[in-house]
């Protein structure tokens, strides 16, 4: 994909000295400090963070995007809590709003894809007495004895926190009981914004930060990968990001264990934050490029392309985004319950040639990045010219 190198920036007599020296340290792999990050923030345009987040993913990548086939089991969307931002939960008194699964239902979706070439089970959703300890753990024992090479990536800090503590047991023993039980990985979500003054007022009651890290620091412990997340967008300011995606690097300079950073916009239906805001495209990209470059011992960073839609999923592509994820089938509705798209359902054709219609080279991983097809130049069956997206310049 051609897209301008950051010569253009380090050439730029008109450019300020700060801008210029923060995107020589990024060519020269140097890592960018708390100020460097909050400086981005505040001043740097959409232009300038892509030739250099652009170059850092390619440094990374090159052309490479990948993605897993993979669907979504949430066990329920009643939950205990009640944050502020979240359109999904149906709050306890109105319970019989949602549906609570039982475990045979969650075992009878999982069967429903016996024979589709996924490799991944998302097991996510909201917090209820039931879900409990015993119960995950025989989940995740009964998906494991259908079906041994489907990968479980499952349940957050949020859920592991209410658990164990309603259990009466510690993180450690906790996080150990579920690798017992086959539990594979450790999704991102439920970080919202770590810093405590936003956090009580979006995401009060459920864990804190600190707890946040710390569990998946004991599951990196363990040998257990995750990924992380950070929800922007609502009422954070610019040094609230920062903080948040410092705490993480700190956490990935000890252990090593996240594979993946994905930033979650902040959508503005049915919530009790209907009256923000939502973040512009622009705002977005310039996000996923400051994450690129703060982010310097991360791997990947993902798109969520039900969240953002599928155009600026594509233009990401070339803002250090190197990841787009994804269903395979309308198995989540966390975000189209948000605002986001309303059947989040993408055949794999359909993934490929979004790829490729921005010059990247498509490539099927497993769960913990392993190569399974590169798409490259696969041709479907369909061999129809692919409508609705083409390639974008960008400045
Ligand atoms: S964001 Fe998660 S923890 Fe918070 S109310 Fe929604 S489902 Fe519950």
Redesign the pocket.
Known sequence: MVTPGPESILRDTKLPRHLRAAAQKVVDGERLTPADGLMLYEEASLGYLGALANHVRERMHGDRTFFNRNFHVEPT?V?????T??S??RRMKKREDGWEYTMDEMLDIVKQYDGKPVTEVHIV???LPQYDVPFYTELFRQIKAHRPELHIKALTP?EYHYIFKKAKISYEDGMRLMKEAGLDSMPGG?AEIFADEIRDQI?GG?CSGEQWLRIHEIWHELGGRSNATMLYGHIENYGHRIDHLEKLRALQDKTGGFQTYIPLKFRNENNELSHLPESTVIEDLRNYAIGRLYLDNFDHVKAYWPMIGRTTAQLSLAFGVDDLDGTIDDTTRIYSMAGGEQHPAMSTEDLVKMIRAVGRQPIERDTLYGIIEDFTDVEFASDKEYRGYTALPVV
């Open positions: 969307n939950c205990l809590y009640t944050c931002f979240c999904y939960s959703g909201g917090v949020v439920g995401a459920k």
